[in-house]
């Protein structure tokens, strides 16, 4: 099992997994889900960390929290010297202007909580396009006086960081796109492909030939493809780089891993090992707190014992508790069911710590 990095940019890259299925969807959702970054919290209501001083704008102050959300926050959360912890946003700005004034992100001001001395450090940067322009993200746009009663329009608000991930609040994600397929072999396809030429040549023209040639290549020979091979893209949002967000998925995993690994020895009251109560010969449930990515991977190690039958499921995704029902091929004891599931654990630890330090030691 491996990762190959063979094409990486400042945004996007692109890689080559060989393994099994499970834990190329582990990899997947792990980095939609669960990579850490700093963020601004601004709902549920009372986890809301944004307070509004002043806002005359025409845009409610829920409607500027959802933007705020939003943003990016460009420091790296474990990854950074910078504590952001003890710092705060604050944004006050008035339009004293005859014209409409755009509030961007390079109006926002950073400052210590006990100090109010400003961060210096660019936590918003700009997108900086071919011609050497400097986009900053625009937040709210502020009308003018317009008359000697009617002032500018005035947006003062402050907001303490927190951490949060896209399992929290889909605005939190690390990556604007992370996909698979299965790799296509080529090699196969073009051998494929011309005796499938030749059938067509009896029948049509040289012309309807080579668009069925085209349409073979987009829809059929996607289907043959390098057993447990798989193609992914990802585009980082810019926070992080794809190399470093792949790394910490799989850092999240392997204590995940071990953190379940604790529970099966230390009998956590999360953890129910009980028999089954179907039909299924020697069957026991496992019944723990987690998802598919963890449980699929369990399945998968557990179809390759001496097992007639396993399975995986979260009966509705706001259930926390999950089932993996494995019915052996012999009685098992509760003992010897321990060891077992212990053993499967390690095997995924193996793999994804040889995962993650072939990937620290790929050159950039």
Same mark, same amino acid.
């Given at each position: 099992?491996?990762?190959?990095?063979?094409?990486?940019?400042?945004?996007?890259?692109?890689?080559?997994?060989?393994?099994?299925?499970?834990?190329?969807?582990?990899?997947?959702?792990?980095?939609?889900?669960?990579?850490?970054?700093?963020?601004?919290?601004?709902?549920?209501?009372?986890?809301?960390?944004?307070?509004?001083?002043?806002?005359?704008?025409?845009?409610?102050?829920?409607?500027?929290?959802?933007?705020?959300?939003?943003?990016?926050?460009?420091?790296?959360?474990?990854?950074?010297?910078?504590?952001?912890?003890?710092?705060?946003?604050?944004?006050?700005?008035?339009?004293?202007?005859?014209?409409?004034?755009?509030?961007?992100?390079?109006?926002?001001?950073?400052?210590?909580?006990?100090?109010?001395?400003?961060?210096?450090?660019?936590?918003?940067?700009?997108?900086?396009?071919?011609?050497?322009?400097?986009?900053?993200?625009?937040?709210?746009?502020?009308?003018?006086?317009?008359?000697?009663?009617?002032?500018?329009?005035?947006?003062?608000?402050?907001?303490?960081?927190?951490?949060?991930? #896209?399992?929290?609040?889909?605005?939190?994600?690390?990556?604007?796109?992370?996909?698979?397929?299965?790799?296509?072999?080529?090699?196969?396809?073009?051998?494929?492909?011309?005796?499938?030429?030749?059938?067509?040549?009896?029948?049509?023209?040289?012309?309807?030939?080579?668009?069925?040639?085209?349409?073979?290549?987009?829809?059929?020979?996607?289907?043959?493809?390098?057993?447990?091979?798989?193609?992914?893209?990802?585009?980082?949002?810019?926070?992080?780089?794809?190399?470093?967000?792949?790394?910490?998925?799989?850092?999240?995993?392997?204590?995940?891993?071990?953190?379940?690994?604790?529970?099966?020895?230390?009998?956590?009251?999360?953890?129910?090992?009980?028999?089954?109560?179907?039909?299924?010969?020697?069957?026991?449930?496992?019944?723990?707190?987690?998802?598919?990515?963890?449980?699929?991977?369990?399945?998968?190690?557990?179809?390759?014992?001496?097992?007639?039958?396993?399975?995986?499921?979260?009966?509705?995704?706001?259930?926390?508790?999950?089932?993996?029902?494995? #019915?052996?091929?012999?009685?098992?004891?509760?003992?010897?069911?321990?060891?077992?599931?212990?053993?499967?654990?390690?095997?995924?630890?193996?793999?994804?710590?040889?995962?993650?330090?072939?990937?620290?030691?790929?050159?950039?």
């Amino acid at each position: 099992m491996s990762i190959t990095l063979f094409n990486e940019d400042e945004n996007n890259a692109s890689f080559r997994f060989q393994g099994h299925l499970s834990i190329a969807n582990a990899i997947r959702r792990t980095v939609l889900n669960d990579i850490d970054t700093w963020v601004f919290i601004t709902s549920p209501n009372e986890e809301n960390q944004a307070v509004f001083h002043t806002n005359t704008t025409r845009m409610n102050n829920e409607l500027l929290k959802q933007r705020l959300s939003c943003i990016p926050i460009h420091v790296k959360y474990l990854n950074s010297k910078t504590d952001l912890t003890n710092y705060y946003l604050e944004v006050n700005v008035q339009n004293t202007e005859d014209t409409i004034l755009q509030v961007t992100t390079k109006d926002f001001i950073v400052k210590h909580k006990e100090t109010n001395e400003v961060l210096e450090e660019e936590i918003f940067p700009p997108f900086i396009s071919e011609e050497g322009e400097r986009h900053y993200i625009t937040f709210i746009v502020l009308r003018p006086q317009i008359s000697a009663e009617i002032s500018g329009e005035k947006i003062h608000f402050t907001c303490a960081f927190s951490v949060g991930n #896209a399992r929290m609040n889909a605005m939190f994600n690390v990556v604007s796109n992370c996909s698979y397929g299965n790799t296509i072999d080529k090699d196969l396809c073009r051998q494929v492909l011309i005796k499938k030429k030749e059938e067509w040549e009896m029948t049509m023209s040289k012309e309807e030939v080579e668009k069925q040639v085209d349409n073979w290549w987009l829809l059929d020979a996607k289907r043959i493809f390098i057993p447990d091979s798989f193609d992914f893209t990802m585009e980082t949002l810019g926070v992080f780089t794809n190399r470093e967000i792949i790394i910490k998925a799989c850092l999240f995993i392997l204590e995940s891993l071990r953190k379940l690994s604790l529970s099966v020895e230390s009998d956590d009251v999360n953890l129910d090992i009980k028999k089954s109560l179907t039909t299924i010969p020697n069957a026991w449930d496992i019944v723990f707190i987690d998802d598919y990515t963890i449980g699929k991977m369990l399945e998968y190690s557990f179809t390759k014992t001496d097992v007639t039958y396993c399975g995986y499921i979260k009966l509705h995704p706001h259930d926390e508790q999950s089932t993996l029902r494995i #019915a052996f091929k012999k009685e098992v004891m509760f003992d010897d069911l321990i060891e077992k599931i212990i053993s499967a654990i390690e095997e995924n630890i193996d793999l994804f710590n040889n995962l993650g330090n072939g990937l620290i030691g790929q050159k950039k």
